[in-house]
Every structure is written in C-alpha cells, then in structure tokens.
C-alpha cells in the first residue's frame, strides 16, 4: 500500500496550461482535475521540449530533447535505436500500454535494415515507439489517408454509424440548420454538435478503452498512457459540449496591434499562415474557442470516470496520475493560430502528478514554481518503481523529490524547447533552405531568449511583460542579457547526452585502468 505499483499517465493533445479551473481560467470549470491537483502537486511552470506533437511526445516518451533523439517533426521518424519508455520498465514486468494518440512515427528504414517487421513482437513494439498498441489512434481520419479499418469506425459502424469511413461522416461532421451535413475541418461550424453522440465520441471510446484496459491487466503492474485526442482540431464537440460555452465566455485576446509593427522576420511569416490569418478574426474566436472549452471539459468529466474506477476498485493506493498536455494552442493570442512558436499559450503546459505514497502526503494539494521540463517525466516514473536512472542517456530530472521531500537545491535554472519549422509555409515565404529552419528558446524565471538561425534573436522580461507584448531583441541596453541567454543556451546544447550506450558508472570504473589489460601507452 502506498507504493508505486501502476502508472495512469494521461495527455491532453493541444491544451493550454492556463485553460483548467485549477490554473486560474475564470469561466473554464475542470472540477476532476482540479481535485487531482489537490490529491498531488501541480507544476506551475512545465515546458514542453517542442511546441508540436511529434517531437514534443518523442522527448515526453524518450526523456531526451529534440536535439538528441532527432525526431524534428510531426512525421520524422524517431532513430531505432533510441529507448522509450517501453524499454525502460517493460524488462521490470511492467506492462506499457497506450490508449489514444502517440503521433509516432516508426523508423520503417531502420527497421528495413534490421530486418525487422510488425509481425514480430519486437517489431510491433518499436514500430509502435515502445507502447502495446491496446488502442492507437491519433485521430485524423480524412478519406484520403484512411487505407486500413480503424478500430474506432468499426466501433461506430457496430452503433449505427454507416459507412466507409465514420470517423469523418460522423465524428468530424454536423448538419447545418437546413440538414446538410458539414465538415469539421471548417472552423465556421464549430458551434454544431458532432453527428456522433457522447457517449460514441472519440473522447468516451478512448477512456472506455483504458478502462477496460485496467481491467484487463489485473495484478499485473501496467503503464497506461490514457492520450486524448482532443481539444487539438478538428474543434467540433457532441452535445452538450458544443453549448456549454458562449463567446462571452471567451477571454480578451492576448493580442496588440504594436506587435503587427517591425515584427521579427519569422514571427511576421507565422502571421501569415492561414491558421493564424483565420484566428486574428474575432469571429473566429467567439466560434471556436467556446467549443475548444467544452472539449476540455468532456476531457474532464471523462476523467472523473476515470478516477472514480481507481477509487472504487482501491486502485488510487498504487498508482500514480500524471495530466499534462503535448502543447498548448493560440486561440488568436499574439495574432497566431495553432501552437510551433515559443509564447507560453504555446509551449507551457499543465503538469499535475498524484503520488500515491504516504511520503507524499506532505505535498498534497502543493504549487511548485520551479522550472520543469517534459523530459523530466521518463526519469520519474523510473524512479517511482525504485529503478535505477539511465542518467547518461536521460536529459530530464526524476520530479519525485518535489513530491515527496523538498525542491532539490541544485535544481535547473532554465528550461530549453526548440523548433524545426522548415515544414511549414513560413519557410517558403522566408526563402529557407530545410536546415536553416532552426529556432531555439530558453527561459529562466525572469527572461526568454529565442535564437533564430539566421536572423536576430527575440528577447522578453517576463517580470515587466508577462504577457510577452515587447520583443527586447534589438534594445541595444540588454546586450548583456542578450549575451548571458545566449551562453546559457550554448551551455544546455553541448550537454545534451550523446553517449548512450555506456553508463557513467562504466566509464568510472574503466577510468585510467588499461595497464591492466596489458595495454602500456606512452612508457620510455
């Protein structure tokens, strides 16, 4: 009782840290996770290693940043060789289970090369980026990239949902006030409820799966990663989600018209794409960002669920609970759509963790300033199931200490995320070539620095400015900060983990020792 047994690790794709009740938001009402927050301890200040899905969950299921394990992008493969948490605690006997969304990619050339495929075991798993598949779907499901069945139209279809491809007929669509069905991937119709009912959405089926996931392994000690797939896009809700919400609802904009003036170069051809054109229309807001708050709170009705099962069953004495997102969205704030840059509507996250250990009880219902990254996950929940931490491959920190002792006194001073954009439109109006498509940022408690490759840097004290208005990349009086971030900057790039397949503790024990072997190197 009390340990450590089982793991309940679930995301939000594409939530703002600042869109909970618990977090402050005046008209969101989040009730669960709120009470999961005064059950564990909520980090105030997370960070995600990149502001988009791929590579942001890549460095949440590796422990190691962008710049380490290479998975740069949304459809950039993580390397075969890089371990996820799978093959941290699988070989302990714990079983690594996703339900929902990984958006993970499997190195098909890595494995060509090896000679392996899907139809073994071992295949499955690294195509699979370590987790059994109990329920994958990354929930974009347009016609035109649906080449197999998913389980989920199958799920539909056996509920009356007809047709070659549900998902999008049903889950993705509405009927306007004439009766014609229309699309989801239009954000004009985000106020009409889905076609699909709740009970049927992709949020209910991904938690029914988890559930029965629970059931499912018994004694046996599981991670569960319950991954929803909302409120990232397609903004369209069942009712009553769609209407729970009005614009009035909606707060301001976190917007001026003085950043549209002289803006940095990359920041200028983001306000160009087509998502951040759509959402600087305060008619675009007032459609989609009720809906957006009424997906969060499907999200946390549904995970009251989940919680009253932990409970009922006993279960909340041996697991822990971690909710966090991949991302956050702009909603229109800073004139931009979407997430990608370094605002903190973008790379901030919610970060709330529920250590079932007695030693733990101190911290309950505690806020936790200090600056946290999503790397430092991989290496907590090792540490929860008192297993050594590959310390020379994992980039992140073990978080237990916060939760069950006290903020350790050498604890980071900065946090790091990055960015490759050449994917995007803003490469081609820059005139980029791939590799120059690189920004880095770091943050310590009062400055963010953004260095951009080939253009000048972005500067912002988020003392004076929290609302990060006023870009001090060019004031010629912080030239010193400017240098210091910089420095900082360098100092986390060249400490990144490169020699992953030797432990310190080998390199210690081998250090200065091959005289031994006979190996005599420099003797007259």
Not at 68 to 86: K, M, Q, R
Not at 91 to 106: Q, W, Y
Not at 107 to 135: H, K, V
């Amino acid at each position: 009782m009390g340990q450590v047994k089982n793991i309940l690790f679930i995301m939000c794709d594409q939530l703002r840290w600042d869109y909970l009740s618990c977090t402050g938001h005046k008209h969101l009402k989040t009730p669960n996770i709120d009470r999961l927050a005064k059950m564990g301890v909520r980090f105030d200040k997370a960070y995600v290693q990149s502001p988009v899905c791929g590579p942001s969950r890549a460095s949440f299921y590796t422990g190691r940043t962008v710049f380490s394990h290479g998975a740069t992008w949304n459809f950039v493969p993580l390397p075969i060789g890089e371990l996820t948490l799978g093959d941290y605690l699988r070989p302990h006997g714990v079983r690594v289970a996703v339900a929902g969304k990984t958006h993970f990619r499997s190195d098909t050339d890595g494995m060509a090369r090896l000679g392996l495929t899907r139809e073994t075991e071992i295949g499955m798993l690294i195509s699979e980026g370590g987790f059994e598949p109990w329920e994958h779907d990354d929930g974009e499901h347009p016609d035109q990239i649906v080449t197999a069945d998913l389980p989920y139209n199958a799920y539909l279809r056996a509920h009356g949902y007809e047709g070659k491809n549900p998902w999008n007929e049903y889950a993705n669509a509405a009927e306007d006030a004439d009766g014609g069905i229309v699309s989801g991937w239009n954000m004009r119709n985000a106020r009409l409820p889905a076609r699909v009912q709740e009970c049927h959405s992709e949020t209910a089926y991904i938690t029914n799966r988890a559930l029965e996931f629970i059931d499912d392994a018994k004694d046996q000690p599981w991670l569960m990663h319950l991954s929803y797939i909302k409120p990232h896009w397609p903004y369209l809700a069942p009712a009553p989600y769609n209407a729970i919400y009005t614009p009035s609802d909606v707060d301001p904009r976190a917007a001026q018209e003085d950043e549209k003036s002289n803006p940095h170069p990359v920041y200028n051809a983001f306000m160009q794409m087509d998502a951040a054109k759509a959402f600087s229309k305060d008619e675009t807001r007032e459609t989609v960002v009720p809906t957006y708050m009424g997906l969060i709170k499907q999200i946390d009705d549904h995970v009251g669920r989940v919680l009253d099962l932990l409970e009922q069953s006993g279960r909340m004495q041996d697991t822990m609970i971690v909710f966090t997102s991949d991302h956050g969205d702009y909603l229109g704030d800073h004139w931009l759509g979407e997430k990608e840059l370094f605002h903190e509507q973008s790379v901030r996250v919610p970060l709330i963790i529920y250590d079932p250990s007695p030693n733990a009880d101190h911290t309950r219902g505690t806020i936790v300033d200090h600056l946290v990254e999503a790397i430092d996950l991989v290496p907590t929940f090792i540490d929860a199931h008192d297993l050594p931490v590959s310390y020379h491959r994992l980039e992140g920190r073990s978080l237990l200490p916060f939760l069950r002792a006290s903020a350790p006194s050498d604890w980071r001073d900065f946090v790091f995320s990055e960015l490759d954009y050449s994917f995007y439109k803003a490469r081609l109006s820059l005139n980029l070539e791939p590799n120059d498509c690189r920004i880095y940022m770091i943050r310590d408690q009062r400055w963010k620095y953004i260095h951009f490759r080939g253009f000048r840097p972005q500067l912002f004290d988020l003392e004076t400015d929290p609302q990060e208005f006023n870009d001090l990349g060019e004031d010629p009086a912080l030239e010193e900060i400017r240098q210091r971030m910089e420095k900082m900057l360098l100092q986390r790039l060249i400490s990144r983990r490169n020699r992953v397949t030797v432990a310190d503790d080998v390199v210690k024990a081998r250090t200065d020792r091959v005289r031994e072997k006979g190996i005599i190197i420099g003797e007259w």
